[in-house]
């Protein structure tokens, strides 16, 4: 149980910290869905690639790894800012 949170922990932080930077980098874009795919592959681009230079060892799994890790986190990022999206929507009538 407590590598399962540690892994959690390790997974949304970092995911959470590169998706709002770029997030705000991109805030004078349009607000769509585009954007938000767009930022958060960016954003597990990132994490992956900080997380297999962390993980040393043979490239191929440090990268199997990151990915692993990084993965859910940045998928329940992206979830919540895609329904976020639509509560917005919604609010304004489109």
């Known amino acids: 149980m407590t590598a399962f949170l540690t892994d959690f922990l390790i997974s949304i932080v970092p995911t959470f910290v590169v998706s709002r930077l770029l997030v705000w980098i991109t805030k004078r874009w349009s607000?769509?869905?585009?954007r938000l795919a767009v930022v958060h592959c960016g954003a597990?681009?990132?994490c992956?690639?900080?997380g297999t230079w962390i993980f040393v060892g043979n490239a191929t799994e440090a990268a199997m790894v990151a990915v692993a890790l990084f993965v859910p986190g940045q998928l329940a990022w992206f979830l919540i800012d895609a329904f976020r999206l639509v509560l917005r929507r919604r609010r304004e009538g489109r």
Do not use: G, I, N
């Open 31 to 34: 607000h769509s869905l585009v």
């Open 48 to 50: 992956v690639l900080a």
């Open 44 to 46: 597990l681009a990132l």
